[in-house]
C-alpha cells in the first residue's frame, strides 16, 4: 500500500492544470466567467502540496485532495471536483485491480451526477466523463492501464463532442444558443485529469 | 488592465483590510475565513442572517452587515462563490439561538457551496439552518432545462426586508415564509455599455462594440441574451422595465423601484434612468411606494444599469423603512 501512485496521478493533473489554467481561463471567458483556470490551479496547488507519506493508502489521499478541493475552488468546480475525489477515495480498492479502480472512478462519477444534476448532452464535465468511464469498463478485461487509456481516449471524444452543444447547466446556459461553438471549460479540465489517470495510475 | 491594485491575488484580502479599518465601529472581519460580522454578532434570541458569493458585487454583500440586515457575509474570490467551509464558521459564529437563514444568490457554484456547507453545518452541530435562493432575473428563461433564473437586484431588498423582521425579533419560519415571499413577488432585468475585468484574467470578460450594449446582462461579466445598438435612455428603460411587467402581474400594488448601477455608471445617468423607469411606471397605473437609486449590486467596473420592481405591502414598507445601520446602507439612525 501507499498513497505514492494516487500522490503522482494529483501531481500530474496539478501541471496540466498549470500549464494550461490561461487556456482554461479563456474558455470560460467566452462562455461563462473568465475563472476556471485560475479557480482550479489554486485547487490543485493546495492538492500539491499534500504530504503524501501522512496518508496510509491511495483512497485516504485522494478523500483528502477532494476535501482540499472543495475548501480552496469555490464556484461550481470546488463541490464538483471535490465530491468527485471524495467519492473515488472511499470507493478505492484495497487491492488495485482494473474492475476495483473502475468502480471506484464510477462512484465519483455518480457523486458529481448527485451533486451537479446534469446529463448527457447538458454541455459539462458529465459529457466527457460518461463515456469516458464507458470505454473503461468495455477495456477493463485488458487490464488497468489500457482501460484507463481507453477511458482518457473517449474522454477526450467526449470533450470534443461538447463544442457544437447548446448548455443546459452552469453559467453558460444563460447564453442560450450562443453558448454553442465552444468547448466547455469543465470537460476540458477532466480529460486533463483522466488523461492523467492514464499516466500514473496503471 | 488599469487597476489600484497590488496584486490581482491579493485583491480580495487586501479590500477586507480595508473594510475592517473604515467600519469597525459596526464590523468586524475574520480574515483567514474572508468572513465580514457584524460587530455584536451573535445577537441572542435572534435570527442570524448569511450571505454571500464571489466578490467584486460591491456592497453587496459585506457592505450590508450589521444592524437591521445581515449577520455575516462570506466573501469568495471574485466571481468565484465561497466555498462551504466560510459558511460551515460563519453559521456558527451567528447563530444566537433561533436558527440561521443562508440567503443565496441562484448561481450553480454558490447553490452547491451553501448546500454542501448546510448538510456539514447539520451533521457537526445543531444549528437549525435555512436556505432562500433568489432568482429575480427574468433575462433568464425560467426552465428546468437550464440553470434558472440568476440572483440579481432582489438580494438586496431580500436582505434589507429580512433583516428588519429579523431584527424585530419574528422567528425563523416566519423569516423563511418572508424571504420566499419577496423573491417571488420581485423582478429585475440589467444591461451593459462596457464589459468589466476580472483582476486575475487580466482583461475584459467580452467585447462590446462603441456603439453596442448588451441586454440581459448578469453581474458576473457573463454576456446578456441581446447585443443591440445603443439607444436612448428612454427606449433602453422599456427594454428593461416591458420584460419585467410581462412576467409578473404588478397591478393593484405598489413597488419598490430599484435603479441600480453595475459599478461604472455615474449617479448622474441613474437618476436619468430613474426617471424614465418611473414615467413608464406612471403610465402603467404602477405607483412606487419607496426607491433605492445607486451602486449596491455591481459587477465590477461595468458600465450600465438594472432595474428591480418588488410589489409592496404595508408590511413590506414598514420593513423597508426601519433603520438600517451597515457600510452600504443607513438610515433611520
Not at chain 2, 419574528?170 to 475585468?197: E, W, Y
Request: hydrophobic share 45%; charged share 20%.
Amino acid at each position: 500500500m501507499g498513497s505514492e501512485k494516487a500522490a503522482a496521478w494529483m501531481a500530474d493533473f496539478a501541471a496540466q492544470i498549470h500549464e494550461n489554467a490561461a487556456m482554461l481561463t479563456d474558455l470560460d471567458r467566452q462562455i461563462g466567467d473568465a475563472d476556471h483556470g485560475s479557480n482550479m490551479d489554486r485547487g490543485m496547488k493546495a492538492v500539491a502540496a499534500i504530504t503524501a507519506a501522512d496518508f496510509a493508502d491511495d483512497g485516504a489521499f485522494l478523500k483528502k485532495a477532494g476535501m482540499t478541493l472543495v475548501s480552496t475552488v469555490g464556484g461550481a468546480s470546488g463541490p464538483l471536483y471535490g465530491t468527485f475525489l471524495m467519492r473515488v477515495g472511499a470507493a478505492w480498492p484495497a487491492e488495485e485491480t482494473a474492475e476495483g479502480i473502475g468502480a471506484a472512478l464510477r462512484a465519483g462519477l455518480d457523486g458529481i451526477v448527485q451533486r451537479g444534476k446534469a446529463v448527457v448532452g447538458d454541455k459539462t464535465m458529465v459529457d466527457a466523463l460518461t463515456p469516458a468511464l464507458e470505454a473503461y469498463d468495455a477495456a477493463a478485461g485488458q487490464g488497468a492501464q489500457a482501460a484507463l487509456e481507453a477511458a482518457a481516449a473517449a474522454c477526450a471524444a467526449g470533450r470534443d463532442g461538447t463544442t457544437p452543444l447548446v448548455a443546459r447547466k452552469g453559467r453558460a446556459s444563460y447564453l442560450g444558443e450562443r453558448s454553442a461553438g465552444v468547448q466547455d471549460p469543465g470537460a476540458t479540465s477532466v480529460t486533463m485529469l483522466v488523461e492523467a489517470a492514464a499516466r500514473t495510475l496503471g | 488592465m488599469k487597476k489600484l491594485i497590488n496584486d490581482a491575488a491579493d485583491v480580495v484580502a487586501e479590500s477586507l483590510l480595508g473594510v475592517e479599518a473604515a467600519h469597525s465601529d459596526r464590523v468586524r472581519v475574520d480574515h483567514e475565513n474572508k468572513i465580514i460580522y457584524r460587530k455584536d454578532a451573535p445577537v441572542s434570541g435572534k435570527v442570524g442572517l448569511i450571505s454571500g458569493g464571489g466578490s467584486g458585487h460591491e456592497p453587496m454583500h459585506g457592505g450590508f452587515v450589521g444592524m437591521g440586515m445581515l449577520d455575516a457575509a462570506c466573501c469568495g474570490e471574485v466571481f468565484t462563490s465561497p466555498v462551504p467551509d466560510q459558511m460551515m464558521a460563519a453559521t456558527k459564529a451567528v447563530d444566537g439561538g433561533a436558527g440561521v437563514l443562508h440567503i443565496v444568490k441562484n448561481y450553480t457554484g454558490d447553490v452547491m457551496n451553501f448546500e454542501m456547507a448546510a448538510e456539514m453545518a447539520a451533521a457537526e452541530s445543531g444549528v437549525r439552518v435555512e436556505a432562500v435562493v433568489t432568482d429575480d432575473d427574468v433575462a433568464v428563461q425560467d426552465s428546468l432545462w437550464t440553470a434558472g433564473r440568476r440572483g440579481v437586484g432582489v438580494t438586496v431588498l431580500l436582505e434589507k426586508l429580512v433583516g428588519a423582521a429579523a431584527e424585530e425579533g419574528r422567528d425563523l419560519d416566519a423569516i423563511v415564509a418572508l424571504a420566499k415571499k419577496i423573491n417571488g413577488q420581485g423582478r429585475s432585468m440589467g444591461m451593459a455599455l462596457t464589459s468589466c475585468t476580472v483582476p486575475a484574467a487580466g482583461q475584459p470578460t467580452f467585447e462590446l462594440g462603441e456603439n453596442e450594449m448588451e441586454i440581459g446582462i448578469g453581474i458576473h461579466g457573463e454576456p446578456g441574451r441581446h447585443r443591440v445598438p445603443l439607444a436612448p435612455a428612454k427606449d433602453v428603460a422599456a427594454m428593461l422595465v416591458e420584460p419585467i411587467l410581462a412576467d409578473l402581474d404588478y397591478s393593484g400594488a405598489p413597488v419598490i423601484a430599484f435603479m441600480n448601477g453595475m459599478g461604472g455608471t455615474p449617479l448622474i445617468e441613474l437618476y436619468l434612468m430613474y426617471n424614465e423607469v418611473a414615467k413608464l411606471l406612471g403610465k402603467a397605473g404602477i405607483p412606487i411606494a419607496r426607491n433605492l437609486v445607486g451602486n449596491y449590486i455591481t459587477s465590477l467596473e461595468m458600465a450600465g444599469c438594472s432595474v428591480t420592481l418588488l410589489k409592496a405591502d404595508d408590511d413590506l414598507v414598514k420593513l423597508w423603512d426601519a433603520p438600517v445601520n451597515t457600510p452600504g446602507l443607513r438610515w433611520g439612525c
